[in-house]
């Protein structure tokens, strides 16, 4: 059974940095490209970024939003994909989904979703 | 404002079948085979349906069906069931500078 962990939300000041984890099973990570969403209370879903497999050169895409800021990376020795957030802004405040993509670029699709974690950035 | 457009809400009986609309343009929906169709139950984590347009993931009912005609892309749900009450929402490939764009959602309401 395919399955992604969240972890790493929590309560974080304007300006701070904060790190997801995303622990994957159930499927051979290395083989997938892996993509992370979030979700702002009471609002709709926002693709934040992707990070594609090794066999694919293990590039990453960001949305515009976060470009700059967030980087997501893979040890796929360990099953584990990052996103890491730096200077982070209110707006930011959201949950944050880890998925498994369907192909190798990011608007193919997100076949598999953790339950998410939120992130809250107040001060 | 979100990118591409969907109607806040729509509502069917069940055993009817309902339609969901999403609105683009020649930048994203009807320039790319990259639509996709998420279903999300209040408190959960969006689940996928349909993606490049028309395919199902395995599992997904046949009760559920994508199409596309031009800048719009649509999701058509068959054999309305009280499950099937979610909020949808579709995304789209964007040559834009960011990849991925969703609709606002939509709220279905099985009456």
């Known amino acids: 059974e395919v399955q992604l962990v969240e972890s790493g939300g929590g309560l974080v000041q304007p300006g701070r940095s904060l790190r997801l984890s995303c622990t994957a099973s159930g499927f051979t990570f290395g083989d997938y490209a892996m993509s992370w969403f979030r979700q702002a209370p009471g609002k709709g879903l926002e693709w934040v970024g992707f990070?594609?497999?090794?066999?694919?050169?293990?590039?990453?895409e960001y949305a515009a939003s976060v470009k700059g800021r967030f980087t997501i990376s893979r040890d796929d020795s360990k099953s584990i994909a990052y996103l890491q957030m730096n200077s982070l802004k209110t707006e930011d405040t959201a949950v944050y989904y880890c998925?498994?993509?369907?192909?190798?670029?990011?608007?193919?699709?997100?076949?598999?979703w953790g339950q998410g974690t939120l992130v809250t950035v107040s001060s | 404002q979100s990118a591409l457009t969907q109607p806040a809400s729509v509502s069917g009986s069940p055993g009817q079948s309902i339609t969901i609309s999403c609105t683009g343009t020649s930048s994203d929906v009807g320039g790319y085979n990259y639509v996709s169709w998420y279903q999300q139950h209040p408190g959960k984590a969006p689940k996928l349906m349909i993606y490049e347009v028309s395919n199902r993931p395995s599992g997904v009912s046949n009760r559920f069906s994508g199409s596309k005609s031009g800048n719009t892309a649509s999701l058509t749900i068959s054999g309305l069931q009280a499950e099937d009450e979610a909020d949808y929402y579709c995304s789209s490939y964007t040559s834009s500078s960011t990849d991925v764009v969703f609709g606002g959602g939509t709220k279905l309401t099985v009456l």
């Open positions: 998925t498994r993509a369907i192909g190798v670029v990011p608007a193919a699709g997100a076949d598999y």
């Open positions: 990070i594609r497999s090794k066999a694919y050169g293990g590039t990453t």
